[in-house]
Every structure is written in C-alpha cells, then in structure tokens.
C-alpha cells in the first residue's frame, strides 16, 4: 500500500519543484478517506488434492495443509488454515510464535461470494480492522478460486506522515499499526528501499482520497 501512495504523492511533489522546507504542503499527517477510497485485493488460492491447498496473496504460493497447525510460510512466517465449519475457515499468520494476523473466511450460500473479517494485531495491543467481500473469479468450488474483493470496508484509520528528509528529500512514514514502514526519498531518480517492517499481505489501493492535519 505504501508504495502505490509513494507513487501518487511523489509524482505530484515532483511537479511542484524542488522546495523542500517547512512550508512544503506534502509535509504533514494524511489520513486516508475511506468514503471515497476502493482497496481491491486478490487471492488465489488452489486445490492440491485433499485437505492441502495452495495459497497466494501476494505473488508467493504457499502450500499447505488446512488442519489447523501452523505450518512454514513466506518471509520467516507461520500460516496456518482450520476448518471450523463447511463455510468458515479460519486462517492465522505467526512470526516467532506471535500471532501476526488473523482473517475469518465465510462463503457465501451459493458459493459465489466469499467474506473475510481481516485483523493484523501489534504487540502493544492495538488492531487493524477491514471487511471484505470477494467475487469469485474462474472455475474452482468450495474456498479454491481466484477471488477478487468488490468492497472493503476499513474499520481502522489509515496514516500516511509526510516529513522532510535531508534538506531535498522526503520521508514517507506508514503509521497505522498494520504497516510500519519508512521510505526516505531524494528526487534524484534513484531507487530507495523501504524500512521497517514489510507486510505478510498487501493492501493495494486503486484510488483514494486524503485528507491533512497539521504535523506537530
């Protein structure tokens, strides 16, 4: 998510010149306006055979056994898939035994929609809440599809802070407790890692609107 926001506020800072001090209007808090804000998502996730299924959120297939036991995952992670009725699974990502995230899957009656109540949990205490709604997409029955979301519904709010970096650069730092990351930028037509903690699944917005509070 943060990069595609990167790339909207980057652009237009790009236009406004190269006045990179205080009075910058990038410079701020930004929180997402989830009103007028789509966050599609996909999944695919595809059946092995059995009770062992393939699952990719983002570009990593990870296959595993829906039993219920935490089984390795990508980037040093856990995943783990429990049954608990016919039409709800429950799924669970861990790192270093630490429950990471947390997403109720429901389908539908007919099988064509799927509900995920999704939660990412801090160690602090503190949670990052969205609804969504799939579509399925393709052939596959039961869980196994391509599912594409047609809503979501973001329970929790979404900051973005925008500081100055270096005197001509920009630091873009993700503050909502499900992505804690930091790009430091220059516009200098260089690529710049991110910091921070990377996300076990992306949230990527297709459009959005921001609204700014005073940085202090």
């Known amino acids: 998510m943060l990069k595609r926001v990167l790339k909207l506020l980057v652009v237009a800072g790009t236009a406004v010149g190269m006045a990179w001090a205080a009075e910058n209007p990038f410079i701020g808090e930004w929180k997402l306006d989830p009103s007028i804000t789509r966050m599609p998502d996909e999944m695919k996730i595809e059946s092995k055979g059995g009770n062992t299924y393939s699952f990719n959120f983002?570009?990593?297939?990870?296959?595993?056994?829906?039993d219920g036991a935490d089984q390795p995952g990508i980037v040093g992670t856990t995943l783990s898939v429990k049954p608990e009725a016919p039409d709800t699974w429950i799924v669970e990502r861990r790192k270093d035994g630490k429950l990471l995230l947390r997403g109720t899957w429901k389908l539908s009656k007919d099988g064509a929609t799927l509900t995920d109540f999704y939660r990412e949990f801090e160690p602090g205490g503190s949670t990052f809440s969205m609804d969504y709604v799939y579509r399925r997409s393709g052939g596959g029955s039961?869980?196994?599809?391509?599912?594409?979301?047609?809503?979501?519904?973001?329970?929790s709010p979404y900051v973005l802070q925008v500081k100055a970096y270096q005197g001509d650069g920009l630091s873009f730092i993700a503050a909502n407790p499900a992505e804690h990351?930091?790009?430091n930028v220059k516009f200098d037509g260089?690529?710049?890692?991110?910091?921070?903690?990377?996300?076990?699944?992306?949230?990527?917005?297709?459009?959005?609107?921001?609204?700014?509070?005073?940085w202090r």
């Open 190 to 214: 260089k690529d710049y890692p991110n910091e921070g903690r990377a996300r076990t699944r992306a949230l990527p917005p297709r459009s959005g609107g921001w609204t700014s509070t005073p």
């Open 142 to 155: 039961g869980f196994a599809a391509d599912w594409k979301s047609i809503r979501e519904t973001m329970n």
């Open 58 to 66: 983002a570009g990593t297939p990870e296959t595993i056994v829906t």
């Open 181 to 183: 990351q930091t790009k």
